[in-house]
């Protein structure tokens, strides 16, 4: 099993990628600590895993809450002695609002969980990575991370931080053991539309969009993404350092 002995920490795992990336973890060997707001998808989500004899514990809290986030972090670290992994899956949908039509409280919410969620764990856990020999972080950022067709605004600025912080975060630690590579999802099947209602979406944006998503070639189960997440976590990739990584059935080729 390629993560054996591991402890990793995933943050919104009570569903999509995020439960797929926790699930393939806790088959593999980890030790999972699995963080999301959803109380009642989370304790289902620990329950199923457990059931298919994974090691897993789950741990409610809002990512884009700073004592929340590094909760999590030192939850993970008192309960299983040590991290190896992190996975920033955690993340919610604009509402296609082009920066002109674009509201303060759509920025301010999908800036603080799609990008100081991640800055926050990260933070803490490097900070422990760096004093027990290192580990890997892995970032869920998204097509709208490398390009500016496939959603409003504040999404496609949060996406495109995630890029830059996982190169940043990369780089200046690359000559002490941590690694940091990010995921760019194209179409995936999953429930982020939960937090961008068809009522509050902006009809011209929403227009703008629909015209690039229309380019994907195809639609990737979280399963999918969850494999590549595994490669990154573990020994396999430890070379692999500050990659962005379409996975996206080759729509990033458009």
């Known amino acids: 099993m390629q993560l054996q002995g591991k402890v990793a920490v995933v ?3 009570a569903s999509g990628i995020g439960l797929a990336i926790a699930t393939r973890f806790a088959a593999e060997g980890a030790s999972v600590v699995a963080g999301d707001w959803n109380g009642e998808r989370l304790d289902a989500a620990v329950a199923h895993i457990k059931e298919s004899g994974g090691t897993i514990t789950g741990t409610q809290g809002n990512i884009a809450d700073q004592a929340s986030a590094e909760s999590l972090i030192e939850f993970a670290i008192s309960t299983y002695g040590r991290l190896d992994a992190l996975c920033n899956v955690a993340g919610v949908m604009d509402y296609m609002q082009g920066v002109g039509e674009l509201s303060d409280d759509i920025w301010r919410r999908v800036l603080s969980i799609n ?3 991640p800055m926050f764990t990260s933070r803490k856990a490097v900070q422990h990575m760096l004093a027990h020999g290192g580990g890997s972080i892995v970032n869920i950022a998204s097509t709208a991370g490398i390009h500016g067709g496939a959603a409003g605004a504040a ?7 995630v890029v830059g912080l996982t190169r ?3 780089w200046m630690y690359a ?3 941590i690694r ?3 995921i760019c999802p194209g179409a995936t099947k999953t429930n982020i539309g939960e937090s961008m209602p068809q009522e509050r979406l902006d009809p011209a944006g929403a227009q703008r969009a629909q015209t690039f998503a229309a380019l994907a070639p195809a639609y990737l189960e979280p399963s999918d993404i969850a494999g590549l997440a595994l490669f990154l976590a573990s020994d396999d990739s430890r070379q692999i350092n500050g990659a962005i990584i379409p996975a996206d059935g080759g729509w990033a080729a458009v």
């Open 11 to 13: 943050t919104g795992a």
């Open 115 to 117: 990008l100081d969620g």
């Open 155 to 161: 999404y496609t600025a949060s996406k495109h931080a």
């Open 175 to 177: 000559q002490r053991g």
């Open 180 to 182: 940091c590579n990010a």
């Open 168 to 170: 940043n975060t990369a």
